[in-house]
């Protein structure tokens, strides 16, 4: 008798200390990774990190996950980070700095800048509808979602540009529905989402722009867009059904790519990691990550009841967030683990 409440006394601890890790993590939904300034910056719909108030946004160093301010007080669904160090953070909110009392609040709705010590808004009445995607050039932001307005005023629907000073329309940028996915492929802006025209044109899902003009740069499209990941050379583009390639001219499928929702794609090199809702790669199963190295693929095990929304390379260590206990796991070769 007494040898069995050692025993369940002892199985009790151990899930209690392994539920425990699993809270000290985010406690609630990560949607985006990204690797900038020597850290992972991590975005989402969550409270806290390591039981800290964060609002939305931390930052793992690799030691400890970290607050930046007060974060913001909706749900971040980008990040970017300029090459002068401004991160950009976008999404469906209307204040950063978020404090109980509202002292060091400022109103910023759906996109703001983080300088490295403050929080900033880039004008009063941002925009006026979600932000979806985000990317730079030339310290320029370039923002997508369902907008029809920036800066108070500005008609422009689904992109939009901020210069560091003022905001402006993108061209005569009148997408129909979201933009989801944006990316850079030399001085090309590259769109997409799940719009159809652009003002009077055709834009089938994917549209570029060129700095004079916006055009379909694949006749009739690629299908619904998720997200993008440019190398300089191709343009890595998941979408509803898989993930394909462009280099500018030609589009192909990504060699044993599933044909499956794609939610996220990160590349580290030649090797591209994807999330998605697919649970295997030709008759390897997965836990919905994958990596291709150019040759082949690798499956990596699941994490039971998981989403995952999000992947990143950072440190030579695979990370992946989601919708899951903890919100976030990094692969130690052999498994997933907690981030300590």
Not at 12 to 17: G, K, N, P, Q, Y
Not at 164 to 188: Q, T
Not at 218 to 243: E, F, H, P, R
Request: with cysteine; glycine share 12%.
């Amino acid at each position: 008798m007494i040898q069995k409440k050692n025993y369940f006394s002892a199985v009790t601890m151990l899930i209690m200390s392994c539920f425990s890790n699993v809270q000290a993590q985010i406690a609630g939904d990560v949607t985006k990774m990204i690797v900038a300034d020597g850290k992972l910056i991590i975005g989402g719909q969550f409270e806290k990190s390591d039981r800290r108030i964060v609002n939305n946004v931390t930052v793992w160093d690799g030691t400890k996950l970290t607050g930046i301010g007060k974060g913001v007080d909706g749900k971040c669904h980008d990040l970017v980070m300029t090459t002068d160090k401004n991160l950009f953070v976008a999404g469906d909110y209307s204040v950063v700095n978020k404090a109980t009392d509202g002292s060091s609040e400022i109103a910023s709705n759906r996109i703001a800048k983080w300088n490295g010590t403050a929080w900033a808004s880039l004008g009063s009445q941002t925009v006026d509808r979600d932000v979806y995607a985000v990317a730079q050039k030339d310290n320029k932001l370039y923002i997508g979602g369902n907008f029809t307005k920036v800066g108070g005023n500005i008609e422009t629907k689904g992109v939009a540009m901020h210069d560091g000073k003022k905001w402006s329309a993108v061209g005569n940028a009148k997408f129909d529905r979201a933009v989801l996915a944006m990316a850079f492929l030399g001085n090309d802006l590259y769109v997409g989402g799940i719009f159809t025209i652009n003002g009077d044109e055709p834009a089938e899902n994917f549209a570029k722009w060129d700095g004079k003009a916006w055009s379909e740069p694949v006749n009739g499209g690629i299908g619904n867009v998720t997200c993008m990941a440019s190398d300089g050379k191709n343009l890595y583009v998941g979408t509803k059904s898989g993930v394909k390639v462009f280099d500018g001219k030609t589009v192909t499928t990504l060699k044993g790519a599933p044909e499956a929702e794609i939610y996220s794609i990160f590349l580290d090199g030649s090797k591209v990691y994807i999330s998605g809702d697919f649970d295997n790669i030709g008759k390897k199963p997965t836990g919905h990550v994958a990596l291709f190295d150019g040759g082949s693929w690798t499956a990596y095990p699941e994490i039971p009841y998981s989403i995952i929304s999000a992947v990143a390379v950072y440190n030579n260590t695979l990370y992946v967030g989601g919708k899951f206990e903890g919100g976030i796991r990094k692969w130690d070769g052999k498994a997933w683990v907690t981030l300590f």
